[in-house]
């Protein structure tokens, strides 16, 4: 595709993002504020909620609280804890199957990204039983609305409590799909540090990244608003100011409360203002190697930045000042350069490579390829990027 055509698409895109009318969900956070959902539960009246998560986290004993909360408050409940790391479609449709037998009337989506995803697209399922998962793909093919959708994030990372969008595997056609509809936004998020206390630190470090590319992302694009800019920068100097120690000190119940509240910003600024590169080629990762998520976007983070260069230094400096890394008489081109040095450190500190080591260099070509489809369709990108660039930047990542 051609620059101009890719920036025409953008600007259409970007008319048509701004028609959506975003709803905020209603926040519930702090220390154990986990057992006040089932008190707003009972506000309306509903008798029996679907908990959609994984078998984990139920061993775990982490929803204890929740689950004693709702027979306090006379909830029945049914537990689907069958969440697959990445919900397939018959994942989802064997959620909706059990919602649906056991005649429920509302969804607790209770975990990270998975549990969300699968709870996200069940609902819509419920109430849509005419259009099939395929069919939902893209932007506003949800129809009717979802029951009541209430999130408890277990990890800060995905921020999907507070986005529009859920994501599904295909693996009839090897494919991963996003369904985006304004009608899945929860109507509650509960942000509960007690909850991610006990994430091991690698998984903190890697959520932790996931949410600044996010905050990143969202805020060098074209796509972004005050409104998400303001957003971003939150959650940039929250990252900065607590991810590393929150790494080594996982117990610090502040940090963690900061932390889910930076995801949650983050959230709300890419589901408006959408990501880009780092992103589409982290999702390459993810499907051929089954690197994580988080993890791949800390790698290529900052090889994108660099990649980006002059084009986002106002943009990166601004970030620099909104993580209070600056000092008075730096220009914004050294602000630059230092908000990507201290990403670099950020990642040496919490064990995160900066290669890739399941890597192949003949894999190259086709990780290029699918990650500039990915972006150019649908991305915000500040710089857009060419295939023989990508293949330079992506064998940075090669281990050595
Ligand atoms: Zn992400």
Redesign the pocket.
Known sequence: MLNWSIRAKQHLLKAGSKLIRYKNPTLIEGKGSVGQLAVQMQKWNLQHVFIVTDERLLELRLLDSLLSSLQEAGIRYTIFDQVQQNPTIENVEAARKMYIENKCDSIIAFGGGSPMDCAKIAAARVSNPEIAITKMKGYFKVRKKIPPLYAVPTTAG?GSEATIAAVITDPARQEKFAISDVKLTPKIAVLDPELTIGLPPHITAATGM?VL??AIESFIGVFSTPYTEDLSKKAVRIVFQHLEHVYHNGEDIKAREEMLRASYYAGMAFTRAS?GYV?AIAHQFGGLYHIP??LA?AIVLPYILEYYGETIEEELAELAIAAEIHEASESSAALAVKFIKRIKQMNKQMNIPNIVSSLKEEDIPLIAQRALMEANHSYPVPKIMNKKDCEMIIKKMLPN
């Open positions: 995905t996931d590319t996010h990501i992103h998520h988080g976007n």
